[in-house]
């Protein structure tokens, strides 16, 4: 069931509202993982990750693909929503201090991504990886075609996720998914119109 553009919205903005929030979606945005295994990789107390796992999950933003007996309990074991990201549809309608505050922290998360990707190599390992950007010049007209493109292009990204996920759960080859930053930007400069 496709959710509406404010239900997207309100979620996220709830579920954004605590920076644990945000690097608990971000890594299950990777990987599976249970509140568990999140408190021992972010150092910090199972009872708070698992309140904010809960948040995350209450809001839609969280997948329950598995669960385990562990110690005479039930250790669940979550994935992030494909739709559970900042920049879709609904998360430009936000109030502007609450979109700037999760932009620079989103933008920061992808130059630390992007920082450790070419550290280790990983980054121009493959012959495929696209890694580009260009200063353009617009009118309003040329802006809404390349916002549109920015859309399907953001759309088709998405369906392809949902499709591989589809495959690595039929076949169960977690194993062979490729971890992965896809990233799309066009925005409004702060300088001066470049020269034609």
């Keep these: 069931m496709q959710k509406s553009t404010e239900t997207i ?6 579920a954004l509202a605590h920076p644990l929030r ?3 979606l971000e890594i299950l945005t990777e990987r599976v993982a249970s509140p568990n295994r999140l ?14 796992t809960r948040a995350l999950d209450r809001w839609g933003c969280l997948e329950l693909v598995d669960t385990a ?21 609904g ?17 920061q998360t992808f130059m630390d991504k992007a920082v450790r990707a070419l550290q280790a190599g990983t980054i121009d390992g493959r012959e495929d990886t696209t890694f580009s950007w260009m200063p ?16 399907e292009a953001t759309d088709r990204a ?3 996720q949902r499709r ?33």
């Design 9 to 14: 919205d309100q979620r996220l903005v709830r």
């Design 39 to 52: 408190s021992e990789q972010l150092g910090i107390g199972l009872t708070h990750v698992a309140y904010h």
């Design 22 to 24: 945000v690097q608990i």
């Design 91 to 107: 998360w430009r309608t936000v109030p502007q201090p609450v979109r700037g505050g999760v932009t620079g922290a989103s933008l």
């Design 158 to 160: 998405l369906d392809a």
């Design 164 to 196: 591989s996920r589809q495959r690595l759960a039929k076949h169960k080859s977690e194993g062979d998914a490729i971890s992965a930053v896809v990233g799309f930007a066009h925005f409004e400069t702060c300088g001066t119109a470049l020269e034609t």
């Design 69 to 89: 007996q562990r110690r005479g309990a039930t250790e669940h074991f979550y994935t992030a929503q494909p739709d559970s990201f900042v920049g879709c549809r």
């Design 136 to 151: 353009v010049r617009l009118d309003q007209q040329g802006w809404d075609e390349i916002s549109a493109i920015m859309q």
